[in-house]
């Protein structure tokens, strides 16, 4: 299984930036899918994650409204649109997914995801 993240960037507050990751080696709607992320200093954390087999989504509160979790079927990827981007949205984004078609209170945990990303920098100036 492979993800493989892109779409980082620097930007300025305020801007728009969409972040892609591509899977491959598994079936994209055998499990859920998750953007986590890791500012210097401080633990990975849940951004967003889609439940692919019923496009269920849930959204960390610092993101909600500003950042939209979307896929393309066809191309086996899901996206990140940012928008309205804020200084404390600087960090590293990595894409995860875990198989399994089962939701629990765990989901927004990094340890619960199996399969990761390398990771896409994105860097808000004020």
């Known amino acids: 299984v492979q993800l493989q993240a892109s779409g980082g960037g620097l930007a300025q507050a305020g801007d728009s930036l969409r972040l892609s990751c591509t899977s491959s080696?598994?079936?994209?709607?055998?499990?859920?899918m998750a953007w986590f992320r890791q500012a210097p200093g401080k633990e990975r954390e849940f951004v967003a994650r889609m439940d692919m087999w019923s496009y269920n989504t849930d959204y960390a509160d610092s993101v909600k409204g500003r950042f939209t979790f979307s896929r393309d079927n066809a191309k086996n990827t899901i996206y990140l649109e940012m928008n309205s981007l804020k200084p404390e949205d600087t960090a590293v984004y990595y894409c995860?997914?875990?198989?399994?078609?089962?939701?629990?209170?765990?989901?927004?945990?990094?340890?619960?995801?199996?399969?990761w990303g390398q990771g896409t920098k994105v860097t808000v100036s004020s």
């Open positions: 995860a997914a875990r198989n399994g078609r089962i939701v629990t209170s765990s989901m927004r945990l990094a340890g619960a995801y199996s399969y």
């Open positions: 080696g598994r079936t994209f709607r055998s499990g859920p």
